[in-house]
């Protein structure tokens, strides 16, 4: 065995999978920069994962596969994995954010699955556009920092009071 040969993933692609680790990488480093679940090794995976088995559809014999089937599943998958970050606490539902940055993930490594590897890229930039700067949009104007946000800001206050009150 050669070198070459050590290094020869077909059918995948080596710049395919740097492309989809540094997407994921991106977005993960955003969320988990503000302490947000889902950070940077959950993010690539999501990637990586999502184009591996894109990749491996599109391996097999021309005919032989539906690639939107494949998708389909993909879809149906991360949903249960994106339900899982979301939870109900005191009349208010936390962590649909993370889980639409996981569907958004998956949807990322399908357009690397697919060779649109540039526009993954760009899409990539503009969901830590959009995280970044709604963040910023709700520290300044109080008209969008009303109703669940505000709840959810009033219980995160309480359990950092819990903490220091069970800490005393």
């Known amino acids: 065995m050669s070198i070459i040969d050590f290094f020869d ?3 995948y692609q ?3 999978i740097l492309t989809a680790i540094i997407c994921g990488g991106m977005i ?9 679940p889902v950070g940077i090794r959950t993010a690539s995976l ?3 994962g999502t184009y591996l088995f894109m990749a491996t559809s599109s391996s097999f014999a021309e005919g032989s596969y539906d690639p939107s089937r494949v998708m389909g599943q993909i879809i149906t998958g991360i949903g249960f994995l994106g339900a899982g970050v979301m939870l109900a606490r005191d009349g208010a539902v936390v ?3 993370s889980a639409a940055t996981i ?4 949807a990322i490594g399908l357009m690397i699955g697919t060779d649109n590897l540039i526009t993954g890229v760009k899409v ?4 830590v556009g959009i995280l970044v700067g709604v963040e910023i949009l709700e520290r300044h104007l109080k008209l969008l ?12 206050r309480k359990d950092i009071q819990n903490k220091d009150n069970e800490s005393s």
């Open 145 to 156: 920092s009303r109703g669940v946000h505000t709840s959810i800001k009033n219980m995160h």
């Open 95 to 97: 962590g649909v954010t």
């Open 46 to 48: 999501i990637t990586l």
């Open 14 to 16: 080596w710049h395919s």
């Open 103 to 106: 569907w958004v993930l998956a």
């Open 28 to 36: 993960g480093c955003e969320r988990q920069i503000r302490g947000k």
């Open 124 to 127: 990539s930039f503009l969901v």
């Open 9 to 11: 993933i077909s059918p």
